[in-house]
T-cell receptor, first 116, second 114 residues
């Protein structure tokens, strides 16, 4: 079964500084990868996804992630963070199959705190 | 287009009671998945429904059950509540099973068991 490791449970960063949130998944022949953001008292919002094609994926709010198959990683990056980016970020993986019924597996989350 | 709606948003119950949570998917979405989110265990998959049939089930005891109606709305039920069932329960809808690229989450129902 797939598993996801988010290496940092908390990441503090100053406003306008760059940030990278790390995500590694267990090896598989092919995977779909996702990053979600969760603001306090809200559900999950999809930031970006990798299904196939270009390994550099651009998402909403200026975030991007790079799929690295050899390192089984899908790290999330933003060149300049804002106070409003303070939230919890979740990496998730799914393994495509003919039946399409493999559920998403989530990492434990990384709490990003942007400091003014 | 309206998003995924979940009712109620907040719920307080006592041990031993049972509870039913409701989820209305995005119009046109036929697959509904449920997740439990706790600080200790993170996000865990409960089950998925499509065409009124349970397609997949996570590793939860039989006290957790669900169903889906012909209009794709879904309910989940937890019987004989335990303190450890306190969590945020998230519902997500998608066009079909495996279409995670179309999956949207609701705001969740915060269940507190006293």
């Amino acid at each position: 079964a797939q598993s996801v490791t988010q290496l940092d449970s908390q990441v503090p960063v100053f406003e306008e500084a760059p940030v990278e949130l790390r995500c590694n998944y267990s090896s598989s022949v092919s995977v779909y990868l996702f990053w979600y953001v969760q603001y306090p008292n809200q559900g999950l919002q999809l930031l970006l996804k990798y299904l196939s094609g270009s390994t550099l994926v651009k998402g909403i709010n200026g975030f991007e992630a790079e799929f690295n198959k050899s390192q089984t990683s899908f790290h999330l990056r933003k060149p300049s963070v804002h106070i409003s980016d303070t939230a919890e970020y979740f990496c998730a993986v799914a393994q495509p199959s003919n039946s399409g019924n493999t559920p998403l597996v989530f990492g434990k989350g990384t709490r990003l705190s942007v400091i003014a | 287009k309206a998003g995924v709606t979940q009712t109620p948003r907040y719920l307080i119950k006592t041990r031993g009671q049972q509870v039913t949570l409701s989820c209305s998917p995005i119009s046109g979405h036929r697959s509904v998945s449920w997740y439990q989110q706790t600080p200790g265990q993170g996000l865990q998959f409960l089950f998925e429904y499509f065409s009124e049939t349970q397609r997949n089930k996570g590793n939860f005891p039989g006290r957790f059950s669900g169903r889906q109606f012909s209009n794709s709305r879904s309910e989940m039920n937890v019987s004989t509540l335990e303190l450890g069932d306190s969590a945020l329960y998230l519902c997500a809808s998608s066009l079909a099973p495996g279409r995670w690229d179309t999956q949207y989450f609701g705001p969740g129902t915060r269940l507190t068991v006293l």
